[in-house]
């Protein structure tokens, strides 16, 4: 299969520029900055991508890999820093820019030959840069400018290396899709190869391979990633795979019952049902701590499914929907990205539990794991669904966990819900939820006083989890839905509309 390696040196946007190869039919993975030139050449990439980062490339402790890129004889394209670093390599010269260049810019483009080929003379793209490239490196020429940057980008056509100032894969560039695709489809000459049905042959074969004769349990949570996965098993495993469901008492409304009417009306295939409510919710008793939650929450996972693991004597695999945001968040496996916090379906597995970690979607982003779902013949309403956290409502009730409070949530999320499908918004949200604050505010409900909690719902559009923006919810349906909540579910007399993105928060509120 024909691959995009890029090469992440910190870049905020280092996964977006993966999911925007991917987007162009290509499969593309990322490494950190210090593989190896046999390990790079091992995967036979047909082009490199160096992402963009914070750091100079004349800083002490800059990232710069232990290869030459001219070494490489394989088309590249360097990103901010990846052009910076192109030029450093090629004897140009890189020095701060009078002026920080960050947001939105004019590039005019002198030469649209190639990767600027379709791309108009005046384009708008996103910069985001201190530095600039003030001596164009031996045996380049420049090929666009901006106002700032009178070397905005360069290429040596004999070695197919490229390196632009801007930031082509954020969808601030307007013409960036087709940047990226002219580097890709007539530089690299990429074909399209990647796609759902794609991925799915490669990844049943794998599968077979990995699992061989043994067994393998599937950690069915209830959301679109482990269901889609466990179908994906099935179609390549058969009867060895063994899903079991934990009911952890943090599921959203009468979630438990609508995952196995789900399997039972759609695919043959048995699920085991295991009660873990008292577990979860009494070891989280008094536990206020958000990391503290996931953990536990974690460990309680770990713990019943090694009871389970032992009903299957054969058992050597947990299967689990792990997404590639996933990863990218819970811990720098690929380059020097920052932990922004832990997910329970991510790392840390204990060696007592014995069993081993199959991840099949750990390199995919949500929507691609959408289309292998509806490729797979899962219904479009349950494909469709917004994701749900694996720590469940433990992590969008702020403070300490009760029953109690566990209902009144479950039961102001389901009037959500219910509102935004009527409006016919649903679809158009990324993600919507509830979340019961440990604040308590003053009301008058039927001319008396009340003191009960506060209720924030959330809506939020995204392509992919990295970065979203608040969802612009109508005013009418904010009221209709603030009416039903106060007036239907006891304990609740105040609700309110988080609009903050990501960044600077997070999607989640813990």
């Not at 995009?4 to 999911?19: E, M, N």
């Not at 004019?106 to 530095?131: A, R, Y």
Request: hydrophobic share 40%.
């Amino acid at each position: 299969m024909e691959k995009i390696i890029i090469i992440d040196f910190g870049s905020q946007y280092t996964q977006v520029i993966a999911r925007k190869v991917r987007e162009l039919g290509v499969y593309a993975e990322i490494f950190p900055f210090t593989i190896s030139e046999i390990e790079l050449k091992e995967f036979n990439p047909k082009g490199i991508i160096l992402s963009g980062g914070p750091s100079s490339v004349y800083a002490k402790e800059a990232p710069i890999p232990s290869w030459n890129i001219n070494d490489l004889n394989i088309p590249v394209l360097g990103i901010c820093y990846g052009l910076q670093l192109i030029a450093y390599q090629n004897g140009g010269e890189v020095n701060k820019a009078a002026h920080r260049e960050y947001g939105r810019a004019e590039l005019i483009i002198d030469n649209n030959d190639d990767l600027f080929k379709n791309v108009s003379q005046n384009s708008i793209v996103w910069m985001s840069h201190g530095d600039r490239l003030t001596k164009l490196p031996n045996g380049f020429k420049a090929i666009a400018h901006s106002n700032n940057s009178p070397i905005c980008s360069i290429r040596n056509i004999e070695k197919k290396m490229y390196g632009v100032q801007f930031h082509p894969e954020v969808h601030h560039t307007d013409e960036g899709k087709t940047i990226l695709s002219n580097f890709i489809r007539n530089i690299c000459n990429c074909t399209d190869n990647w796609d759902a049905h794609s991925f799915i042959d490669i990844a049943i074969e794998k599968i077979k391979s990995q699992v061989g004769d043994n067994e393998v349990i599937c950690a069915l949570s209830g959301g679109v990633d482990s269901t889609v996965l466990a179908v994906l098993l099935h179609k390549a495993i058969g009867d060895k795979l063994h899903c079991i469901h934990i009911d952890t008492g943090l599921m959203r409304l009468n979630e438990s019952q609508k995952l196995m009417d789900l399997f039972k009306q759609n695919f043959n295939m048995s699920i085991e049902l295991i009660d873990g409510s008292e577990t979860f919710i009494s070891r989280l008793q008094g536990v206020s701590d958000p990391e503290q939650k996931r953990k536990i929450i974690g460990k309680s996972f770990i713990d019943l499914f090694e009871v389970a693991a032992k009903h299957c004597n054969n058992a050597k695999w947990l299967a689990q929907g792990t997404l590639y945001p996933d990863v990218i968040e819970s811990v720098s496996v690929k380059g020097p990205s920052v932990v922004i916090k832990s997910h329970h379906n991510v790392g840390g597995l204990p060696e007592k539990m014995g069993l081993k970690l199959l991840e099949p979607f750990r390199e995919l982003f949500k929507d691609e794991v959408r289309n292998v779902g509806r490729e797979l013949g899962v219904p479009d309403w349950f494909v469709n669904r917004h994701p749900f956290p694996g720590p469940g409502l433990g992590i969008r009730i702020l403070g300490d966990i009760s029953r109690d409070k566990i209902d009144t949530l479950q039961k102001a999320d389901a009037i959500y819900i219910e509102e935004i499908r009527k409006a016919g918004l649903y679809n158009d949200i990324w993600q919507a939820f509830a979340v019961l604050l440990p604040v308590k505010t003053v009301g008058v409900m039927g001319d008396e006083r009340t003191y009960e909690n506060t209720c924030v719902i959330r809506a939020v559009t995204s392509i992919d989890g990295m970065t979203a923006d608040w969802f612009a919810m109508p005013y009418n349906v904010l009221a209709t839905i603030s009416n039903r909540i106060v007036n239907e579910v006891r304990g609740i007399n105040r609700v309110v509309y988080d609009i903050t993105g990501k960044p600077p928060g997070t999607i989640e509120w813990e």
